[in-house]
């Protein structure tokens, strides 16, 4: 009896916390499709806000930023990291507390510390030099040093789980070190290789701190046209474009779900 | 004669070995080195640096910085950082225990359901957390703008004046955190609970008459390593956090975090922004030592993986 | 250094070839020309103190079915990744088929090993997993069906062939990690206890399967065990290795009935072991008193060790006047179905007998016993 009234009231405040995580992402959708320019009126319903942000060329050309920002430096981060990851596993052996340290640096160093960090190192550079003005190549660059870790990291779990006599047996039956990489490591840790980039990738569009500080003039990305706007306090299609990133996370988290029970069947 | 050659490709071996590690390693590690280790080592020579032109740092080497981060000035002493700091502190206590007693039922609730749905419940839970801060955020400012059901609400029960909303403010930085940071402690909580050694637990159900004491003795001191990742999962972002604050808490709801990049955003001030950079770097490494030396002594001492 | 690498590789694959067209023309099963092995002065050491080989010297015959025997840490498996190419001496030379191979990397060999684990790729089915040695040496797509297709028939496969890997049974894997290496057709085939993972049943069923294939094959296979049965049921020759040493090579039952020291024999399984503090010509004193011995087992020291095999030994029979005689008491029977052992204790010293049961009346517990040994049967052991 008493344990029906605790069950239940743990289902009851799941459900108040579900609520709590998934109001303020409602909200934002809800008024995305609001007739007026208002968060707390629901005039009627309307598609002007999307209409518009078709028409805002700052936006179209923060969303193509973010998309190469994001491309490219998972795809780098991916070779680099793959190579770290592989190198970890071949040396494990050996004594590298340093390069766990160093690989560990970028995840518990505090965002904002990592981003001005880049910014300060970039615009004294560029101030002796001249090379590395702040813009998408330096993102790019302080979006590969956090991607890295994560991809090693993966990659290096998934081969810590392999037999190791996989690799013996290889040589054994006659590859070569290139035929070895080509026929027998990549097609292994190929899983490993897919999650590692979209995980990267979503690091990558998830980030607003670092990109912040990092950044030129030029190279906004949607998070911070996003926040440009909402500290003018001009925020009319905001919640459109906000609503349109939450639809992309929904179907991303779907996919994973499918993923998950395919791997699992 | 032949055993030198021998010992000859013994050592070309030893070398091709070493020529791997290199081949391998040293792009990540130097990429790492280059455009992290030696920007955080330049921000922390910036912080003993003086205050040049445009806020960009200058030589002569000073402590200036970490005197205006104490709060010493041209008008002589101010509290404002001193506050800021406090309020750093006071905001992350506040939020990681929120979080705690949030999560702690949440993450049970999961582990007590069919195991078919425990996959979705935690994806229902980390879900948000993969949409930007910033719009996360938004949606807040959204929700507790003046004129919303949830502002209204709390002028009816007095706890703000009329026409006001319920941002900026110190509370909804609280809630901003909380929300953020809810999914860093359910995780690992409901490792701790799915590994939870249930006979143990009957055990002390017969042992001990209540189910209080039951849970205090038995359940509790299981889910200690699970809490303790989460603590350190979730404190040591707060406790730097910028968005947040920026964008809920208004003038009044600084946090260190924002005291720091206006230094560099507004460019004002960059060896007083690295002072305080390097304040955050030492909390943040007094955590997670104090994490690991209280993990080590219960004896569960697993790495946390994200 | 490349040299005679690519003189290995070249002989070995026009070797292959011209044996493939014969196997087409006969429509049956050739036998290849097997290699001999010959190890000279291998030494390894792992860290500063583990010495996993110390200076050994070995010889394998073409054709022979080799087990290297002995207990974990021994380094016989050290020794098998040598052969294969995966472990460097620190020094002497590996030499397959007359040809100095030490500097030659494992996918340059001729060699091809059945692994503890079986090794199977995950990521492949298992005719892929099959191929991937001929795939590796170029073979053409054609050849590598005909070949797996042969394979699959020859190690009876059936229909496992078109399955993924993790649907199948440790036995199957077993059989696939085999037919795997037997596919490429080597000069020398290593197996590192190919069978320690399987139960006993199926176990005892592959032993027989393993040796009847290695002498239709008539294949240089190189065994590593640490089970002293299954080595003796397979080998042609056995090394028992112990501490980076070989204590003694030879066939099984010279290796049983005559080990060389008192390691080999416990090794072996012998538990009957007796002190000797004195000999003569034709005696040894012992534990056990003064024994008669043939002549021919008199050694140079005096000390050592008296080899008393159980199945030796008569219980209250009549015997010859040479024979050796003892009083004893048995203390346990342990009643085995086609034997009887008994667990005795003469001169106060515990002995192992056991008996053939063929009707006659058991002993009991307690009973007073005659124990007799004919001289010849007894063999002297070195410390």
């Known amino acids: 009896m008493k344990k029906r009234t605790l069950q239940r009231g743990l289902s009851a405040f799941w459900w108040l916390t579900l609520i709590f995580l998934y109001l303020p992402l409602a909200v934002v959708v809800f008024f995305s499709f609001n007739a007026a320019n208002s968060a707390a009126r629901f005039t009627g319903f309307s598609l002007r806000w999307y209409e518009r942000l078709l028409g805002n060329e700052q936006i179209i050309s923060a969303f193509w930023n973010s998309m190469v920002l994001a491309i490219v430096s998972a795809v780098l981060a991916l070779v680099i990291g793959c190579l770290l990851g592989y190198g970890m596993y071949r040396h494990r052996h050996r004594k590298l507390g340093w390069l766990i340290v160093l690989i560990y640096l970028p995840i518990v160093l505090p965002d904002i510390v990592f981003g001005i960090s880049e910014m300060a190192f970039f615009v004294s550079i560029h101030r002796y030099t001249g090379l590395l003005q702040p813009g998408l190549l330096t993102m790019i660059i302080s979006h590969v040093t956090f991607q890295i870790p994560f991809v090693a990291l993966i990659v290096y779990s998934r081969l810590v789980g392999l037999d190791p006599t996989l690799f013996e047996a290889a040589k054994d039956l006659y590859a070569t070190p290139f035929k070895r990489a080509w026929h027998f490591l990549l097609p292994t840790i190929k899983p490993a290789l897919i999650s590692a980039f ?34 003018k306090g001009v925020t009319p299609e905001i919640n459109a474009i906000a609503a349109l990133m939450i639809g992309a996370v929904a179907i991303a988290a779907l996919m994973s779900l499918l993923f998950n029970r395919q791997g699992q069947r | 004669m032949v055993e030198s050659s021998r010992m000859a490709s013994r050592g070309r071996a030893v070398v091709g070995e070493s020529r791997h590690l290199l081949f391998s390693v040293a792009p990540g590690a130097t990429w790492i080195v280059v455009f992290l280790v030696l920007p955080s080592l330049y921000l922390m020579a910036v912080a003993f640096m003086t205050n040049g032109p445009y806020g960009l740092p200058q030589m002569p080497l000073t402590l200036n910085s970490f005197e205006q981060l104490a709060g010493f000035g041209f008008l002589g002493w101010s509290p404002g950082n001193l506050y800021t700091l406090l309020r750093s502190l006071w905001q992350t206590f506040l939020a990681t225990v929120l979080v705690v007693i949030v999560a702690y039922p949440i993450a049970y609730y999961i582990t007590t359901c069919r195991i078919k749905w425990r996959a979705i419940m935690l994806l229902l839970v980390v879900v948000p957390s993969w949409t930007n801060q910033v719009i996360r955020t938004f949606g807040w400012m959204n929700l507790l703008a003046p004129g919303t059901p949830l502002s209204d609400l709390a002028q009816w029960l007095g706890f703000i004046p009329p026409n006001m909303g319920l941002y900026p403010s110190n509370f909804a930085v609280t809630l901003g955190l909380v929300y953020n940071f809810l999914p860093f402690m359910v995780l690992p909580l409901y490792a701790a609970f799915e590994k939870l050694d249930t006979a143990q637990v009957q055990a002390a159900q017969d042992l001990y008459a209540s189910p209080l004491r039951a849970f205090w003795h038995a359940v509790f001191p299981q889910t200690l390593p699970g809490l303790l990742a989460g ?69 569960g001492g697993e790495e946390v993986v994200i | 250094m490349s040299h005679p690498t690519t003189v290995a590789k070249t002989t070995d694959q026009g070797a292959t070839e011209s044996r493939s067209d014969s196997a087409q023309q006969s429509g049956e099963r050739e036998r290849r020309e097997p290699s001999s092995i010959e190890l000279k002065g291998l030494h390894k050491r792992f860290g500063k103190h583990t010495v996993a080989l110390d200076d050994v010297d070995l010889t394998i015959e073409a054709g022979e079915f080799f087990t290297l025997l002995g207990p974990s840490g021994c380094g016989k498996t050290t020794l098998l990744r040598m052969l294969a190419g995966l472990e460097e001496p620190d020094a002497g030379h590996v030499c397959i088929g007359g040809q100095d191979v030490t500097d030659i990397p494992p996918h340059k060999r001729s060699v091809n090993t059945v692994f503890q684990s079986y090794a199977l790729f995950p990521h492949l089915s298992v005719r892929d997993n099959l191929a991937f040695g001929l795939r590796m040496r170029g073979d053409s797509k054609k050849e590598q069906r005909r070949k797996v297709d042969e394979v699959a028939e020859f190690i009876q496969l059936g229909s496992l062939v078109d399955r993924p890997v993790d649907q199948l049974s440790g036995g199957q894997r077993q059989r696939i990690a085999l037919a795997r290496a037997l596919i490429c057709e080597p000069n020398v085939l290593l197996l590192d206890e190919p069978l320690s993972a399987l139960d006993a049943g199926l176990r005892g069923q592959l032993q027989v399967e393993l040796q009847r294939i290695q002498k239709r094959l008539g294949m240089t296979f190189v065994f590593v065990t640490h089970d002293q049965d299954e080595a003796m049921v397979m080998s042609d020759r056995i090394a028992v290795l112990d501490g980076g040493i070989i204590q003694q090579v030879g066939p099984p039952n010279e290796v049983y009935e005559h080990p060389r020291n008192a390691f080999v024999a416990r090794f072996m399984g012998h538990d009957n072991l007796f002190a000797i503090h004195a000999s003569g010509d034709d005696w040894v004193d012992t534990e056990l008193g003064r024994l008669h011995i043939d002549p021919a087992e008199q050694r140079e020291e005096q000390d050592g060790w008296l080899l008393v095999r159980p199945e030796t030994l008569e219980l209250n029979a009549e015997v010859p006047e040479n024979y050796n005689q003892l009083q004893g008491k048995v203390m346990e029977r342990l009643y085995r179905g086609s034997r009887v052992e008994y667990r005795l204790e003469v001169a106060g010293v515990t002995m192992m007998a056991t008996a053939s049961n063929l009707g006659q009346r058991l002993l009991n517990v307690g009973d007073q016993v005659t124990v007799s040994v004919c001289p010849d049967d007894l063999v002297r052991v070195a410390s």
């Open chain 2, 231 to 299: 603590t350190v999962l979730v404190a040591i972002p707060a406790f730097g956090m910028y968005v947040i604050p920026e964008l809920l808490g208004g003038g009044k709801g600084m946090m260190l975090g924002n005291l720091v990049a206006n230094q560099f955003a507004g460019g004002s001030n960059w060896p007083l922004g690295a002072a305080g950079a390097i304040l955050m770097l030492i909390a943040t490494f007094i955590g997670l030592f104090a994490m690991r030396r209280i993990g080590k002594r219960l004896g």
């Open chain 1, 198 to 231: 979209f995980l990267s990738f979503t690091l990558s569009i998830d980030d607003f701190v670092i990109s912040f500080f990092t950044s030129g003039p030029e190279s906004a990305t949607l998070p911070i046209y996003i926040w440009g706007a909402i500290k």
